[in-house]
């Protein structure tokens, strides 16, 4: 028996267009948008009258489960993926991050594993290359072939970790270019900012607070120019992640309109928080650090410009929860409250490099995007379609099955009530850790019903979906 949902009234906001209409989906596909549609025998109605009409949400560069500075980050798929519905995101694309010494093929069947059955929403993955050799480029070549993985993930950061050499790098890019598969990048210098933190430990600097001076804004730069050297040598197609600052944007963009295929993510906490808030005292700081760090407010009134602008193509999290009592703790420079891996104390003194990186952010993104951007009116409602959902479709070869309200596609769909207003609070957020970086902010706007494939899983802004329902999202390169 098939299943119909029918949305009356739907003030639809696609990234291009705006119209009035209702809209049939069956069997979890968009079979109808038009005025009066006909609804049959036993579809299920919801009247959107007063309420905005958006394609479902997606974050594409987030972190699951992702072992990481001696921890694994908090979310699995479960809280994960509630917590992005919840907040009308309806796909994530996770980044597999295999170890060093790890085989790739493994790692994706791994991650795979992980989503397959908990997952609540779509998902999909970039593949990680933390190494690069010939055994690694068959992997590579048969991970986007045969498991549908349309896009590779680059470190130039995190040296010993996820890191990659230079000739690693130009290696990746050169197949990635033949297969035409995009590779994100996270890009810093890392031998700066190894130097840097070297320095700063010298001089007695071990608060969160120095953790932004240890990775200056001039080294993204440097690894912006680094990437797009490499790119623009090997005609690779590169998207680079969580962008934070006005020096970075101006090199990509400047080599977008030299000819290298580039794209821009920036990330909501750089859109919200600026420096300050990783000097708080009391360790609170630590709550805020993320790599690269959030910066000095001038770099946040630049990324909302150019994105308004449209220089910059997508707002994703780069979620990367972790407990403030326990795993960011595991860099407190008082050694009566630092701790190791199993939490126990170490009696030592740590420092900023040990706090693990990463701001919880998956459920509120939107939100955040919605009441600091479209509310405020520095970005309208088709620039934020753009950047929270259809350009990562795009770039990422989901588009049109995700990123639009077509005949067509999936019925991804968040129903917006632009009129609630709210409060974020760790006490009602459904993420898996012990704070929130937004505690008692306020926020305009939410998404009051979500589906995932014509399947409600938000009601009148309480969950009901079901774990299980995502399905995963093969890509094609090029697609
Ligand atoms: O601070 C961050 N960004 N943590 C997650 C790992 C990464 O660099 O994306
Ligand atoms: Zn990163
Ligand atoms: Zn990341």
């Known amino acids: 028996m098939s299943s119909i949902l029918v949305i009356r009234n739907a003030d639809i906001v696609n990234a291009t267009e705006r119209l009035q209409a209702d809209i049939l989906c069956e069997n979890g596909v968009i079979r109808e948008i038009g005025r009066n549609l006909a609804a049959p025998d036993g579809a299920e109605i919801i009247d959107a009258s007063g309420k905005l009409v958006f394609p479902g949400f997606i974050d594409p560069h987030v972190h699951i489960y992702l072992p990481f500075m001696g921890t694994f980050s908090k979310d699995d798929w479960e809280s994960g993926s509630k917590a992005a519905l919840m907040g009308g995101t309806t796909t994530l694309i996770e980044m597999c991050c295999p170890g060093r010494g790890d085989d790739p093929m493994d790692a994706i069947r791994l991650w795979k594993s992980n989503a397959a059955g908990i997952s609540s929403c779509d998902y999909s993955f970039h593949m990680g290359v933390t190494r690069f050799d010939e055994e690694t480029g068959h992997a590579l070549r048969a991970i986007v072939e045969d498991e549908g993985i349309g896009s590779f993930k680059v470190f130039l950061a995190y040296k010993g970790a996820f890191g990659i050499d230079d000739t690693e790098l130009y290696r990746t890019l050169s197949l990635a270019a033949e297969l035409g598969v995009v590779v994100t990048a996270h890009c810093e210098n890392a031998e700066l900012v190894a130097e840097t933190q070297k320095k700063l430990l010298a001089e007695g600097k071990t608060g969160p607070e120095w953790h932004e001076p240890s990775r200056p804004v001039s080294v993204e730069a440097e690894g912006c120019h680094h990437l797009v050297t490499f790119a623009g040598l090997t005609g690779a197609e590169i998207y680079v992640v969580h962008t934070s600052n006005q020096n970075a944007v101006d090199i990509l963009d400047a080599a977008r309109r030299s000819g290298i295929k580039v794209s821009i993510e920036t990330v909501a906490p750089y859109l919200v928080f600026d420096n300050t808030y990783a000097e708080k005292p009391n360790f609170e700081g630590a709550k805020y650090v993320m790599s690269p760090p959030i910066r000095p407010k001038e770099h946040q009134d630049y990324l909302w410009k150019a994105l308004a602008e449209g220089l910059i193509d997508t707002v994703a999290t780069d979620h990367a929860p972790f407990d403030f009592q326990t795993q960011k ?97 760790v006490r009602t957020h459904s993420m898996a850790t012990d704070y929130s970086a937004f505690e008692g902010w306020p926020v305009k706007g939410r998404p009051e019903t979500v589906t995932v494939r014509g399947k409600v899983m938000v009601r009148d802004g309480v969950w009901c979906g079901s774990a299980g329902w995502g399905e995963f999202l093969a890509r094609k390169p090029g697609a």
Request: hydrophobic share 40%; net charge negative; charged share 20%.
């Open 329 to 425: 703790h595991m860099g407190h420079p008082d050694p009566d409250k630092c701790v190791d891996a199993n939490f126990q104390p170490t009696g030592k003194a740590g420092n900023f490099t040990l706090i693990p990186n990463g701001i919880p952010s998956v459920e509120e993104r939107v939100k955040l995007l919605y009441t600091h951007g479209v509310a405020t009116g520095r970005i309208d409602l088709h620039t934020f379609v753009r950047a929270a959902g259809t350009r990562a479709a795009e770039i990422f070869g989901l588009y049109p099955k995700k990123g639009v309200i077509a005949v067509g596609s999936d019925a991804d769909i968040v129903i917006w009530d632009p009129e609630w207003s709210g409060e974020i609070s």
